[in-house]
């Protein structure tokens, strides 16, 4: 039998909540949780094995970075959140100095594996781990705007009170406060989402539209300001992201990959339309969004590329 085997690196809210997503889709054989504070770990692990009675057969374990040997996938979820009035910057280059201490640690002992990085900032993140590891583009990415493309369906989908999957609508840019919401190639069941509401006498005004895609990008602030953190949800966009690479689909999903010309973006790490599969992110697809759509597009990959070359890395 074929063995799959995923680490997670972090055992905080998102990864935990990640392993236990996994382990419920049936996805690898075996789970990994490394985090600097092993007993945490190991008590997620316990906590998680403890009920594999109920799934299909997994091992999940707490370890080191050599407990995570020839992974098929690192996920990344270990990072340093935002302090009050700390600039993204200042965010950034503390990270960095986490990542030069882990990045090389995955790396030897997984030169062959995917690299997904989930910790925010994410983009950002994502190029630092790219750089570190010395990877080939296509063997790393950010989960990206996955999550904030399913949030954008989700709203509609209660708008319109449709099957959220039978909604096409992407959120692209940074996994941020200048991410898109692509509005112009939204689709319901096949119709654009001004041929739906005229076939079903619904009024969707430009106001609506501004307070939709501003009640997705503030989602994630307004879980937090409740909750305290996010984890539910991403945990369930990265195990689709899981799914994809593993199965080798080519879904076409809003990862955050290195641009190398498509859009007219290069050298950043931002999320538009990416075909996944077992080698990683593959091919960009090149979608026809509305002018101001590219445009804001490049403005939001020049907010990154700003970002980084004001950090230590």
């Known amino acids: 039998m074929k063995t799959t085997k995923i680490s997670i690196i972090g055992a905080g809210s998102v990864g935990s909540a990640t392993a236990f997503a996994l382990m419920n889709h049936n996805i690898a054989t075996d789970l990994v ?125 209660s708008l319109f009170k449709v099957d959220a999957r039978d909604i096409h609508a992407n959120i692209i840019g940074e996994h941020g406060d200048t991410e898109i919401a692509t509005w112009s190639l939204t689709t319901i069941g096949g119709l654009t989402v001004e041929q739906y509401c005229r076939d079903m006498d619904i009024e969707l005004t430009e106001a609506m539209k501004d307070d939709i895609t501003e009640g997705v990008k503030n989602s994630a602030y307004q879980i937090i ?30 990862v955050s990959s290195l641009q190398t010309g498509d859009y007219g973006l290069d050298d950043v790490f931002i999320s538009v339309p990416t075909i996944v599969g077992r080698q990683g992110a593959l091919d960009v697809v090149e979608v026809p969004y509305s002018s101001d759509e590219t445009d804001n597009l490049k403005k939001s990959a020049d907010i990154l590329k700003e970002i980084l070359e004001g950090s230590n890395l």
């Not at 300001?225 to 879904?251: C, F, M």
Request: zero cysteines; hydrophobic letters at 40%; charged letters at 25%.
């Open 33 to 157: 949780i490394v985090d600097i504070n092993h007993e945490k770990a190991v008590g997620e692990a316990m906590d998680i094995n403890q009920g594999r009675v109920f799934v299909e057969p997994v091992n999940v374990t707490a370890g080191d970075y050599e407990a995570t040997k020839d992974s098929d996938i690192v996920i990344i979820t270990a990072g340093l959140a935002q302090r009050p009035g700390e600039t993204r910057i200042d965010l950034v280059n503390r990270n960095i100095e986490i990542y030069k201490q882990m990045i090389p640690e995955i790396v030897k002992y997984n030169p062959d594996s995917i690299l997904l990085v989930v910790s925010n900032p994410v983009d950002i993140l994502a190029q630092v781990t790219y750089k570190l590891s010395g990877f080939p583009k296509e063997r790393v990415f950010g989960s990206g705007t996955v999550l904030d493309t399913a949030r954008f369906q989700s709203a509609l989908s």
């Open 225 to 254: 300001e409740r909750k305290g953190y996010t984890n539910y949800a991403v945990a369930l966009a990265i195990t689709r992201i899981v799914k994809a690479i593993l199965r080798d689909e080519k879904s076409i999903l809003t």
